[in-house]
């Protein structure tokens, strides 16, 4: 079995290898806009949430062909959501994954627009995956669309606007990192195992397994915010404080903040028992999250 470092990069390959396939060319007309699709979607993103849609796949029993519309899927959606939350009118940021930003490059008017069409390849795709005993096209749309809607995805991102200023009390912050990366992470876990066939139990331990590994991601995010440089992110560091954004570490501080993020990964793995073997390489990730650097 091949070690996590080369696992996350043959599967980063897989994933590329699809999008590339499913984004239309920087040639087809209009050109512009899938140029700028492509410049956001290609611009070295970590492909987590798609990587993680095809272990929770494999943990299930299913193989990673009938997975991968899916988890393209989640990868367009999230960097919708990037294109959209680096707007001026939003976080307003300059720079993501290493390089200048979708508005940067191609003006404010262009960027929404190719958020708008990188969000509706995502249903495109969603409904692409091939259904099975357990699960059909209606129910991983239904799934999708849920998550990125103002229940979710746009509900957090709203929270997270009106909270700039503000001390946001500890259950108001959770729900923000609940909804803008907790959901569709687990939603992303979920997609992958609901494509295998998945079980009521196996849907329900992945969603737990999601839903704390999320949290705890997002919590490391907010670490790395004030302890890396915005060359070891990829994007601009210190933006948190310089929003004057509430975040667990300015609530709770680095050091319960760290040990917060344990806590979530540990409650993730053992959501994880049910599944038992099948799960390694979900284990492996959570790890690898809560561990990582940028």
Not at 135 to 144: G, K, Q
Not at 175 to 189: F, N
Not at 254 to 271: F, G, I, P, Q, V
């Amino acid at each position: 079995m091949p070690d996590l470092k080369t696992y996350l990069a043959d599967r980063s390959a897989l994933i590329d290898a699809a999008l590339q396939r499913f984004i239309p060319s920087a040639e087809t007309s209009p050109a512009t806009i899938h140029k700028a699709m492509r410049h956001s979607m290609f611009a070295g993103g970590k492909r987590l949430r798609p990587i993680l849609c095809l272990a929770a796949a494999e943990a299930c029993g299913g193989d990673v062909e009938a997975a991968m519309p899916a988890a393209c899927a989640v990868e367009c959606l999230h960097t919708y959501s990037l294109i959209h939350d680096d707007l001026p009118c939003m976080d307003d940021d300059d720079f993501r994954r290493g390089v200048p930003t979708c508005h940067k490059v191609f003006g404010e008017g262009i960027a929404v627009l190719a958020g708008d069409a990188l969000q509706a390849l995502a249903f495109e795709l969603v409904a692409r995956t091939p259904a099975n005993a357990a699960f059909n096209a209606a129910d991983y749309v239904l799934e999708l669309a849920v998550t990125a809607g103002s229940r979710h995805l746009i509900g957090g991102q709203v929270m997270d606007l009106e909270g700039e200023g503000k001390k946001l009390p500890l259950d108001d912050l959770r729900y923000v990192h609940e909804s803008k990366t907790a959901a569709l992470l687990t939603t992303s876990i979920k997609l992958g195992g609901m494509s295998a066939g998945a079980s009521t139990g196996q849907v329900q331990a992945l969603h737990a397994f999601g839903w704390n590994t999320g949290l705890a991601f997002q919590i490391i995010d907010d670490i790395l915010d004030v302890t890396q440089t915005s060359e070891k992110l990829g994007k601009s560091a210190g933006k948190d404080l310089a929003s004057d954004k509430s975040t667990y570490p300015a609530l709770l501080g680095l050091k319960a903040s760290h040990e917060e993020a344990d806590r979530l990964t540990n409650e993730a793995m053992a959501a994880l028992d049910t599944l038992g073997e099948g799960s390694f390489r979900l284990r492996q990730l959570a790890k690898h999250l809560f561990s990582r650097e940028h």
